[in-house]
Structure formats: structure tokens, C-alpha cells
Nanobody
Framework: QVQLVESGGGLVQAGGSLRLSCAASGSIFSINAMGWYRQAPGKQRELVATITRGGSTNYADSAKGRFTISRDNAKNTVYLQMVSLKPEDTAVYSC??????????????WGQGTQVTVSS
């Protein structure tokens, strides 16, 4: 089994910053892509950003220029640095990891989510 544990969410004023972390642990051989997704009340979950093991990144248009995704492969951890936050960024942010577990194969895992609330 693999566990993903997010941290770093909270309440921040518009224009502020937050840094989210997501650490993976358990039966891990290696982790391919990792990513952050968010879901606002009444809306579908949407992609925020992804990063490959080699460091190639992809961002949603809403995140470009304000959010930075990074990872530490030695720690099996992915980060999301968010600046210039807006009220519309309010959502539950969840991390995702594509985990290679060798004999078990490659499986997708999700964290439990961390709340980000941006006040105006």
C-alpha cells in the first residue's frame, strides 16, 4: 500500500502565499508523474499542475505564472508553491502520484486533500 499525506493548506488573504507538500510512503519502487488537483464546492476536480520524474512540468492556465510545482525524488515528495492567491483559488487541493510498485505494477494514488481558503 501507498499513502500520500498533504500539508500546508490553510486560510490566507488574497494576494498571499501558501506552500503545499505531499509526501508519499509505503510500498514504492519509484514514482513517475506527480500532480496537484483541486475541487471547489459544487465544481468538478480540475488539474492544477503535474511534474514528471525528470522535472518536466505542466500547468493549468489558471496556475501559470502564480503556482510552481516541484518535487524531491529522494523524499518522494511533491510541492506546490502558490503566490498571488485569489479567492477563486479556494478549494480542496489533493495530490496524485503514479507509483511503480514493481511486481504489482503502476498504480494511481491520491491524498486525502488539504483545504485552501483565500479570503477577499
Amino acid at each position: 500500500q501507498v499513502q500520500l499525506v498533504e500539508s500546508g493548506g490553510g486560510l490566507v488573504q488574497a494576494g498571499g502565499s501558501l506552500r503545499l507538500s505531499c509526501a508519499a510512503s509505503g510500498s514504492i519502487f519509484s514514482i513517475n508523474a506527480m500532480g496537484w488537483y483541486r475541487q471547489a464546492p459544487g465544481k468538478q476536480r480540475e488539474l492544477v499542475a503535474t511534474i514528471t520524474r525528470g522535472g518536466s512540468t505542466n500547468y493549468a492556465d489558471s496556475a501559470k505564472g502564480r503556482f510552481t510545482i516541484s518535487r524531491d525524488n529522494a523524499k518522494n515528495t511533491v510541492y506546490l508553491q502558490m503566490v498571488s492567491l485569489k479567492p477563486e483559488d479556494t478549494a480542496v487541493y489533493s495530490c496524485n502520484a503514479e507509483v511503480d510498485q514493481l511486481l504489482v505494477g503502476v498504480r494511481d494514488y491520491w491524498g486525502q486533500g488539504t483545504q485552501v481558503t483565500v479570503s477577499s
